[in-house]
């Protein structure tokens, strides 16, 4: 009984609470950035913005609604492996205990400075630090054969919706876990030992400052139909929906690009940038003949599942047992697969 | 004159009728919360007892651990082993002793019983957290006997008041309480419910037992009816109104005091996390009314099951509570290692006398921690590594042994800075290990806030 309440309690929490990315009033401040893109931009009258934002076609399409059924699934799961997870105190611990034992690292060098700067500076690394972790590890998801089988689940989607960024294997689930306790771990301890008990987080509403505008200025949008662009220049520090869209898209011209979260800075730095495009004739997935079919929960979960465990099988035979391997078939069409 | 000997006297009479009145009430309105009186249960006794519940040896032997542990600070060994393994009936009472606001009704040893001593009941096994294989009772009498000519050597960073008082609650209370009376004795065929626990004595084998385990715990009888800050008051000898149950005016040490961990258990349960005075103190009273309502019968299986379940909490929390006092003064020495590395010169012995009691604590806590029921294996020799024989000095040296002629050897084995790393290792050991939860003086707390402030790593979604 308990455990359906935690379900219960742990899927209400992603909707009311500020620090999770469809909190209902990031969700409304979405909607209301893209009726004002509607109109302004694409000289929509409103009755005509708010017939496209909610068309049912997008909401209630095959991959919509494998969105929504991923998210519930993913509740469970997660709930039962989360106790089990490497947490992000563990890390700080390790690591904390670990700067102890170089002796040219002096325990609170910098905890005379001011604390409006130790507070900004920490609220300001750990913004960028978790970015910059996300597009590492995005971009290890497309080149890693084991890890693409994974994130396709990602990209099989066909429609773009809030939802979207649900629609995740459990295992990747797992890397992602490791990814954010890794990236938080590595700051709050460096902080810690460097800057002493003065360190702190500006928030909003409980949530990172920096992470609290992101989700305010139409984080939401990056999985949606509206495909929002920003100035040319800005594109080049913050990651647009369009941008975002350009990601998903199977055009061969998009493959690799954009693996951004919210700073589109590591794309330009590490030449994956591209800008945005009118997004209104872009077509989503993973550019194969049964798209459509990549909607069921054997293609969400089994088959990743699968897929993932063969090329790690491979990966294994080819390292620890020196043996050449000719290229399978999977092997080829990841090759010839949108990234 | 005549006038304020009246008001006096009105006073006096006001004040007594009050605590008289608080006492019927507290009495009369929560008995079944109290420890005791239990009626006899067993079979064919007809002596005039009329009340099963005595723990009063016990009792003796705290006064005689707090009496100690008061005169330690003197240097007299032979008056500090008198409390230790004599059992002089008329000594004074040093501690716990009564105070203006907070009167006690015994002052001699032979008010609460006789013929009790410390080191008959001190565990006899090698202590491994000291060295040269000592004993329990060999380390406490090496202790006494270097108090005597420096009660606190700063030479070696030794505080023997807290050496002594930390590992005898543990040694004594806490190894006779769960290796003992709720270990073996509550075996089936070892001190059966059916029989008197001794010749004569009114009151049988379990029941006797488990009083005795409850004796020293050091709850007072009433300890349920008030609050973890309440208790603490009645220890810290600052609340009459709540020590005084029966509201004759005085403390009587024998039922309404709190002594050593049930104490302990106050200070961490009164920060609101953790509730170890109630749960230890009601898992004893349920286990004693099961005992009764076997009514002088020997324990069937399932009685002695549910019985056995109620030691389990009682260990397990005892255990608890002597971890968070290691957590708590791991983080005490560590925030002194801090301070001495920036204290200026006119502060330093102020501040080196602080870290010294402060060690002696975490040692005596941490040994205490090894003499319970449980092996605690490779988790003690973690323990007894990191804390060290005694504490790091300035230059760098602590005690690593001690010669045939019983002087300390000293050397410098690590740095100050792995000092303090030692001190944060201790904490997360005792997370990890038994899972405190009160965590007095957390120096690992600045960052679970800020984790728990940004929120939860767990992600299943795709940015």
Redesign the interface.
């Known amino acids: 009984m308990e455990f359906f309440f935690d379900i219960f309690q742990n899927t209400i929490d992603q909707f009311t609470n500020p620090?999770k990315?469809v909190f209902i009033l990031y969700l409304f401040l979405s909607i209301l950035i893209a009726v004002a893109w509607l109109i302004f931009h694409k000289k929509k009258s409103l009755k005509e913005s708010i017939k496209f934002i909610f068309n049912p076609k997008v909401f209630f399409s095959k991959s919509a609604t494998s969105d929504y059924k991923v998210f519930f699934i993913?509740q469970i799961?997660?709930l039962l492996i989360?106790p089990h997870?490497l947490?992000?105190?563990t890390i700080?611990?390790a690591l904390?205990?670990f700067f102890?034992?170089i002796?040219f690292i002096e325990?609170g060098l910098f905890a005379s400075s001011p604390k409006y700067l130790i507070v900004s500076l920490f609220t300001l690394t750990?913004f960028i630090v978790d970015d910059f972790s996300?597009y590492i590890v995005?971009r290890w998801m497309h080149n890693w054969p084991f890890l693409w089988a994974l994130?396709k689940v990602?990209h099989s989607a066909t429609n773009l919706t809030p939802m979207?960024?649900?629609?995740?294997h459990?295992l990747?689930?797992l890397v992602?876990?490791l990814r954010?306790?890794f990236a938080?771990g590595v700051t709050?301890?460096t902080?810690?030992y460097l800057f002493?008990?003065g360190?702190?987080?500006y928030?909003i509403l409980?949530?990172?400052l920096f992470v609290f505008f992101f989700n305010v200025f139409g984080s939401n949008l990056?999985h949606s139909h509206i495909g929002i662009r920003y100035w040319k220049w800005l594109e080049y520090v913050l990651i647009s929906p369009a941008q975002h869209h350009l990601h998903h898209s199977i055009a061969k011209e998009h493959y690799n690009k954009n693996y951004g979260?919210?700073l589109a800075i590591w794309d330009w730095i590490f030449g994956s940038l591209h800008h945005s495009e009118d997004t209104d004739n872009l077509t989503l997935g993973l550019g194969t003949k049964d798209d459509q079919k990549k909607h069921t929960l054997k293609e969400l979960y089994q088959t990743p599942f699968i897929e993932s465990f063969k090329f790690l099988k491979r990966y294994f035979i080819k390292v620890f047992l020196f043996k050449k391997i000719n290229k399978n078939k999977s092997e080829i069409y990841y090759k010839k697969s949108p990234q | 004159m005549k006038k304020s000997k009246l008001k006096t006297k009105l006073l006096a009479s006001i004040t007594c009728l009050s605590f008289g009145l608080t006492g019927l009430a507290n009495a009369g309105a929560h008995s079944e919360d109290v420890y005791g009186p239990f009626p006899v249960t067993l079979k064919g006794y007809s002596g005039d007892c009329t009340n099963t519940v005595s723990y009063s040896g016990q009792i003796a032997r705290h006064v005689q651990h707090d009496s100690l542990k008061h005169l330690s600070t003197k240097g007299d060994y032979s008056e500090m082993n008198s409390y230790y393994s004599g059992s002089d009936k008329n000594k004074q009472i040093w501690a716990p002793a009564s105070k203006d606001g907070f009167p006690i009704k015994q002052t001699l040893l032979n008010d609460i019983s006789s013929g009790k001593n410390l080191s008959g009941k001190t565990y006899k096994g090698t202590i491994t957290s000291w060295p040269n294989n000592m004993t329990g009772p060999e380390v406490i009498d090496f202790w006494m006997s270097k108090a005597e000519s420096n009660p606190k050597d700063v030479s070696v960073g030794l505080n023997y008041q807290q050496l002594l008082s930390k590992f005898i609650m543990g040694a004594v209370f806490y190894n006779q309480a769960v290796d003992n009376y709720l270990d073996e004795k509550m075996e089936a065929d070892t001190k059966p419910n059916d029989k008197p626990y001794k010749d004569g004595a009114c009151y049988t084998g379990k029941e006797h037992s488990w009083d005795e385990a409850f004796g020293y715990w050091g709850a007072a009888a009433h300890s349920l009816l008030l609050s973890a800050e309440q208790n603490y008051n009645v220890a810290k000898k600052k609340d009459l109104a709540s020590a005084d149950f029966n509201g004759d005016g005085v403390v009587d040490l024998k039922s309404e005091y709190v002594f050593a961990h049930a104490y302990y258990a106050s200070s961490f349960d009164k920060g609101g996390k953790t509730t170890y005075l109630e749960d230890i103190t009601r898992a004893f009273l349920d286990g004693r009314k099961l005992i009764t309502s076997a009514n002088g019968e020997k324990l069937s299986d399932m009685s002695r099951a549910r019985l056995m379940a109620y030691v389990d909490d009682i260990s397990s929390n005892w255990e608890k509570v002597i971890a968070e006092s290691v957590f708590k003064y791991a983080g005490s020495t560590y925030k002194s290692l801090v301070a001495l590395e920036d204290v200026s010169n006119a502060d330093l012995a102020k501040e080196f006398d602080k870290y010294m009691k402060y060690w002696g604590e975490l040692k005596g806590f941490s040994m205490a921690l090894q003499v319970g029921k449980n092996n605690i294996g490779e988790t003690g020799a973690k323990l007894n590594r990191m804390v060290g024989f005694g504490p790091m000095l300035l230059d760098e040296t602590q005690i690593v042994g001690i010669d045939v002629n019983g002087n300390y050897v000293m050397d410098k084995v690590y740095s100050m800075?792995?000092a303090?790393?030692h001190m944060?290792?201790i904490q997360?050991l005792m997370i990890d290990q038994f899972g405190v939860e009160a965590r007095g003086n957390d120096m690992?707390s600045?960052?679970?806030d800020?984790?728990s402030?940004?929120?939860?790593?767990?992600?299943?979604?795709?940015?």
């Open positions: 620090k990315r993913n799961i997660m989360s997870l947490t992000q105190i700080a611990t904390y205990f102890f034992e002796n325990m750990h996300k995005h994130h990602h979207t960024v649900f629609r995740t459990p990747e689930g992602f876990t954010s306790a938080q709050i301890s902080f810690v002493g008990g360190v702190d987080l928030t409980g949530a990172n990056r979260a919210a | 800075n792995d303090k790393l944060l290792k997360k690992l600045d960052m679970a800020l984790a402030k940004i929120g939860t790593s767990e992600s299943a979604e795709n940015d």
